[in-house]
């Protein structure tokens, strides 16, 4: 049986980025290794308000994430109303699920 080596002080931030992104990662995951920026994020979630047919939304490292599909395939977002006073709440709730969503790899 192959056990997984300890980790030394000579671990590398590279060596913890691959073990992290070793499984399926989430949004959140790649925005701390680094590999999605903030920004992109605020203008994935931009995108859909401005236009929630607008589909995928490709970052520049390769991922994507499907905004439509995410509010679609989750019944709480019919409950919320997108515009006026509410709207910063539902861009809140956005993100939330958002990071917690499962992008696409490149």
């Known amino acids: 049986m192959a056990c ?24 959140a995951d790649l925005r701390k290794a680094g590999i999605v920026t903030s920004q992109e ?17 490709r970052f520049a490292s390769g991922y994507s994430i499907d905004i439509p599909a995410l509010v679609n395939a989750t019944p709480a977002f019919g409950a919320v109303d997108r515009s006026g006073p509410q709207e910063k709440a539902f861009r809140t709730v956005l993100a939330a699920a958002a990071m917690s969503a499962y992008p696409t790899a490149p």
């Open 4 to 27: 997984r080596p300890e980790r030394t002080a000579k671990s590398t931030a590279g060596d913890d980025q691959r073990d992290m992104l070793a499984g399926p990662s989430t949004l």
């Open 41 to 57: 994020i605020v203008a994935a979630i931009d995108l859909y308000l401005r236009d929630p047919e607008a589909g995928p939304y």
